[in-house]
């Protein structure tokens, strides 16, 4: 279901597979440390002052807090009202979030580039060249941090949570979801946020029960409408 009509006309639910599982198919995927807007740490004081309890300073407080990028309604320019880099929204519910990257603002199907309808959270990887991205209905959009490693020890996720980030949100490794109806599961291994058809590696729609073997090399894993993924190894 898209927002205000809007259907994502990309790589989503429905797609014929392109791929097979693989464990061993090469790539590099981004780093995330993400986050969204903090108040204050405790004990500070406006100015960047400490209050002598806690010896909290201005430099540790502007460490720690993250600030969105951009909201999750409008048109942004690329270059002129976001830069070029890698996004999250986290939290959406119901499909009601929509984003596209487009190649100018004439709003023609022929502009498209790529978008998506996101339940739980999205990663988009907005380059240069794109002259537009269109968001709507999300949860605001923060930076990703392409540099950040992480430390993910994850057994289990949310089979409709969405895009995770590989070795930073879940560990690879081999997962099942049992219990899926009508192929209304479907889940994806990627190489990078960019959306594009030579992004995905390998990709199901799924009846029953689902497998899948997630390499450390992914970069991303999406999955919606699936049962909860649970790791066997």
């Given at each position: 279901?898209?927002?205000?009509?809007?259907?994502?006309?990309?790589?989503?639910?429905?797609?014929?597979?392109?791929?097979?599982?693989?464990?061993?198919?090469?790539?590099?995927?981004?780093?995330?440390?993400?986050?969204?807007?903090?108040?204050?740490?405790?004990?500070?004081?406006?100015?960047?002052?400490?209050?002598?309890?806690?010896?909290?300073?201005?430099?540790?407080?502007?460490?720690?807090?993250?600030?969105?990028?951009?909201?999750?309604?409008?048109?942004?320019?690329?270059?002129?009202?976001?830069?070029?880099?890698?996004?999250?929204?986290?939290?959406?519910?119901?499909?009601?979030?929509?984003?596209?990257?487009?190649?100018?603002?004439?709003?023609?199907?022929?502009?498209?580039?790529?978008?998506?309808?996101?339940?739980?959270?999205?990663?988009?990887?907005?380059?240069?060249?794109?002259?537009?991205?269109?968001?709507?209905?999300?949860?605001?959009?923060?930076?990703?941090?392409?540099?950040?490693?992480?430390?993910?020890?994850?057994?289990?996720?949310?089979?409709?949570?969405?895009?995770?980030?590989?070795?930073?949100?879940?560990?690879?490794?081999?997962?099942?979801?049992?219990?899926?109806?009508?192929?209304?599961?479907?889940?994806?291994?990627?190489?990078?946020?960019?959306?594009?058809?030579?992004?995905?590696?390998a990709n199901n729609n799924v009846t029953g029960s689902a497998v899948v073997t997630i390499s450390a090399s992914d970069a991303y894993f999406?999955?919606?409408?699936?049962?909860?993924?649970?790791?066997?190894?």
């Amino acid at each position: 279901m898209g927002m205000k009509g809007k259907i994502a006309l990309g790589v989503v639910v429905g797609v014929v597979v392109i791929g097979t599982v693989s464990a061993n198919a090469g790539g590099d995927g981004d780093k995330d440390n993400g986050g969204k807007d903090a108040s204050a740490s405790a004990g500070q004081k406006p100015g960047g002052k400490t209050d002598g309890k806690n010896g909290t300073t201005k430099q540790a407080e502007k460490k720690a807090v993250k600030k969105a990028a951009f909201d999750g309604d409008g048109d942004f320019e690329v270059g002129k009202d976001i830069k070029p880099g890698t996004y999250r929204t986290t939290g959406n519910t119901d499909g009601l979030c929509y984003w596209e990257r487009a190649k100018n603002a004439s709003g023609e199907a022929a502009s498209l580039i790529a978008n998506d309808n996101v339940s739980g959270t999205s990663y988009v990887t907005v380059k240069a060249t794109d002259k537009l991205f269109k968001s709507s209905g999300c949860k605001d959009w923060e930076a990703v941090d392409e540099k950040a490693t992480g430390t993910a020890t994850t057994s289990r996720f949310k089979g409709d949570g969405g895009m995770y980030r590989v070795g930073v949100d879940i560990t690879p490794g081999t997962y099942r979801s049992t219990g899926n109806t009508d192929d209304l599961c479907y889940w994806e291994r990627a190489k990078d946020a960019l959306h594009s058809i030579e992004s995905i590696r390998a990709n199901n729609n799924v009846t029953g029960s689902a497998v899948v073997t997630i390499s450390a090399s992914d970069a991303y894993f999406k999955t919606t409408g699936c049962q909860d993924w649970k790791k066997t190894a």
